[in-house]
C-alpha cells in the first residue's frame, strides 16, 4: 500500500487540477483491488483523507478502521477523525468490536481522550465496556474532561464489583463457566503483557479453570526464564503453583504411577525444583490405597502406621473423627486438591474394609469433595461407579450432580476432553 501512497505524493505535484483528480482516481482504483496491508504509515492529513475516499466510501471500511487503530495516537489521524461525528461514530463502533476480540496494549488507548465529545457518550460508554480497569485507570490519569472521567470511573466500579464476584466465585473448583472467563481473560492479557508476574497469573486461572496440562505447559515455557529469579516473590508464586498443578496431572495421567510420573515429569520439564517430599509420600499412600480396593494384601495398613509415626498430618486415620476428618479434607480442596483427594481415597479404604459406621451425613460430605473435583477437573478419576457404590445418587442435593455425563455411574467415564467439550472449552 506504502507505493500507493507514494503515487498520490506525486499526482499532488500535478498542477492541473483535473489531470491530478484523474491520477488520484486511477490510484484509488487500483488500490482498492490491491493486496492491502495493516502496516501502511500516515504521514499527514492528506494521506489521511486519500485513505479515507479509497476505503471508508468502498469495500474495505474494516481495514481503514483498522489503520486508524493500530495510529491512534498520531495527530494526523485524530485531527481527521476529529472532522466527521459519523466518521468518528463508525470507528469507535469498529473499535469496540474489535477489543471485545483482541486486547491491545494500553498505551494504543490515549488517543481516545483526544476523541471525546459529549454527543459521542453513548458510543464511549460501549467502547468502555471492554477495557478493564488497568486501561480506565491509566486514561483517567491523563483526562481532565469531566464527562470522560465520569464515564471511566462508572467503569471502574463496575470491574471492581467484577472482580469481587470473581474472587468469589474462585473460591469454590465448581464454578466452571466464571473460572473459564477469568482464564481467558488472563491468557489474554499474558499475550499483551508476557511479565513473569502476568504469566504466572495466567497459568494459575488455567488451573482454576480445570485446565491442568495447559497450566503446566505455560509453566513449563516459563521455566528457563524465571530460574534466575530464585529469591524474588514472582519466583516462590511460581513454585507455589507448580506443587498444586503438578501432583494432580501426576493422578490423573498415571493414577497407578503417580510417584514416578511426579518425579519424572519435575526432573524433565523442570530440574532445578526440588521435588515435594510429603507429596511424594502421599502419592505412594495413594497407590496403596487403590492397590488394596482392587487386590487386597494387607500393605497398606502398615505403610500408614509408619507415616502416622512421622506425624503426617495428611494421613490421619478417619475411623475415630470422621465429620472432622472430612471437614478437614474439603478445606483442603482449594489450596492443594491433590491432597484432599488423598484423603477422600483414604476415607473410601475405610469404608470398603468396614472399619466405621458412617452417617448418611457423613457420606454425603464424603461425596461432596469428589463432586467437587469432578466438577473442577473433569477427569473420571474424581468420580466413577466404585466411589458411589457406598452412597444413592438420589440421597445428595440435585444441583450436586445435575450436571454429569449421563454415564457417571456406568461403566463408561468422562475423560477431560469430553467435560470440556462439553462445557465449550477447546484447547
Not at 37 to 65: C, M, P, S, W
Not at 211 to 226: G, H, K, N, R, S
Not at 371 to 400: C, M, R, T
Request: with cysteine; net charge negative.
Amino acid at each position: 500500500m506504502d507505493t500507493w501512497i507514494k503515487q498520490f505524493h506525486h499526482s499532488l505535484q500535478e498542477e492541473d487540477f483535473i489531470t491530478a483528480w484523474q491520477q488520484e482516481y486511477s490510484i484509488r482504483t487500483q488500490l482498492r483491488s490491491s493486496e492491502l496491508h495493516q502496516h501502511t504509515v500516515i504521514e499527514d492529513e492528506e494521506d489521511f483523507y486519500f485513505l479515507k475516499r479509497t476505503l471508508y466510501f468502498g469495500e474495505n471500511r474494516a481495514l481503514f478502521f483498522q489503520l486508524l487503530m493500530n495510529q491512534l495516537n498520531s495527530h494526523a489521524v485524530i485531527n481527521g477523525l476529529n472532522q466527521s461525528r459519523q466518521l468518528k461514530t463508525d470507528f469507535l463502533h469498529f473499535f469496540s468490536q474489535q477489543l471485545s476480540r483482541h486486547p491491545i496494549q494500553t498505551a494504543q488507548l490515549q488517543g481516545l481522550i483526544s476523541l471525546y465529545q459529549d454527543q459521542l457518550r453513548d458510543s464511549f460508554a460501549e467502547l468502555l465496556q471492554q477495557l478493564d480497569e488497568s486501561s480506565c485507570n491509566y486514561l483517567m490519569k491523563r483526562t481532565g474532561n469531566s464527562q470522560l472521567r465520569a464515564l471511566l470511573k462508572e467503569r471502574i466500579h463496575q470491574c471492581q464489583q467484577n472482580t469481587r464476584a470473581e474472587d468469589t466465585a474462585s473460591d469454590s473448583p465448581s464454578t466452571f463457566s466464571s473460572r473459564i472467563t477469568v482464564a481467558l481473560r488472563a491468557v489474554q492479557h499474558a499475550e499483551i503483557d508476557p511479565a513473569p508476574a502476568r504469566t504466572i497469573k495466567a497459568a494459575e486461572a488455567l488451573l482454576q479453570a480445570g485446565m491442568t496440562e495447559d497450566c503446566l505447559l505455560v509453566l513449563a515455557e516459563l521455566y528457563p526464564a524465571i530460574m534466575p529469579e530464585l529469591e524474588t516473590e514472582t519466583y516462590r508464586d511460581f513454585e507455589k503453583l507448580l506443587y498444586k498443578a503438578a501432583p494432580v496431572y501426576a493422578l490423573m495421567k498415571q493414577p497407578f504411577y503417580a510417584h514416578e510420573c511426579l518425579e519424572s515429569l519435575m526432573q524433565i520439564y523442570f530440574p532445578g525444583c526440588r521435588v515435594d517430599f510429603e507429596d511424594l509420600r502421599l502419592l505412594n499412600t495413594y497407590t496403596a490405597i487403590i492397590s488394596e480396593l482392587h487386590i487386597p494384601d494387607q500393605q497398606l495398613l502398615p505403610l500408614l502406621a509408619e507415616q502416622r509415626k512421622e506425624n503426617l498430618a495428611s494421613d490421619q486415620i478417619p475411623v475415630h473423627h470422621p465429620t472432622r476428618y472430612l471437614e478437614e479434607t474439603l478445606s483442603l480442596l482449594p489450596g492443594a486438591p491433590h491432597k484432599a483427594f488423598i484423603r477422600l481415597e483414604l476415607f473410601r479404604y475405610f469404608l470398603h474394609a468396614q472399619s466405621m459406621n458412617c452417617s448418611s451425613e457423613q457420606l454425603q460430605l464424603w461425596a461432596h469433595g469428589y463432586i467437587e473435583l469432578f466438577q473442577w477437573f473433569g477427569h473420571h478419576i474424581f468420580l466413577n461407579k466404585d466411589i458411589f457404590a457406598y452412597v444413592k445418587p438420589s440421597s445428595l442435593p440435585l444441583q450436586s450432580y445435575a450436571n454429569f455425563p449421563e454415564s457417571w455411574g456406568s461403566n463408561q467415564q468422562s475423560s477431560p476432553g469430553a467435560i470440556r467439550e462439553k462445557m465449550g472449552v477447546f484447547r
